[in-house]
Nanobody, 115 residues
Framework: QVQLVETGGGLVQPGGSLRLSCAAS????????MAWYRQAPGKQREWVAR???????AYTDSMKGRFTISRDNAKNTVYLQMTSLKPEDTAVYYC?????????WGQGTQVTVSS
């Protein structure tokens, strides 16, 4: 069974913080790297941050210093701590393998940054 459940989104003011969580099925999580992606209105889905099973991380340049990805291998869960949020961070956030293995995406979680 393949499943991804993203939670933690919401409405936040510019400069605020949010912590996203993604619970993945074992079939997805056991495949080394996990990543967060996002899709803003009218734009293509883009990669945000990546973490290997061993904890090596990588970020898109615009997220460096603001976002932190982490994972709990015992819980099959990956997290994204977002700080100093900007209006341009508004998007639906998704998690998945990196690179994507299964033709499947969860419902995502909406993050809206607005005053």
């Amino acid at each position: 069974q393949v499943q991804l459940v993203e939670t933690g989104g919401g409405l936040v003011q510019p400069g605020g913080s949010l912590r996203l969580s993604c619970a993945a099925s074992r079939s997805i999580f056991r495949i080394d790297a996990m990543a967060w992606y996002r899709q803003a209105p009218g734009k293509q889905r883009e990669w945000v941050a990546r973490i290997t099973k061993g904890g090596t991380t990588a970020y898109t340049d615009s997220m460096k210093g603001r976002f932190t990805i982490s994972r709990d291998n015992a819980k099959n869960t990956v997290y994204l701590q977002m700080t100093s949020l900007k209006p341009e961070d508004t998007a639906v956030y998704y998690c998945n393998n990196s690179p994507v293995v299964f033709d499947y995406w969860g419902q995502g979680t909406q993050v809206t940054v607005s005053s």
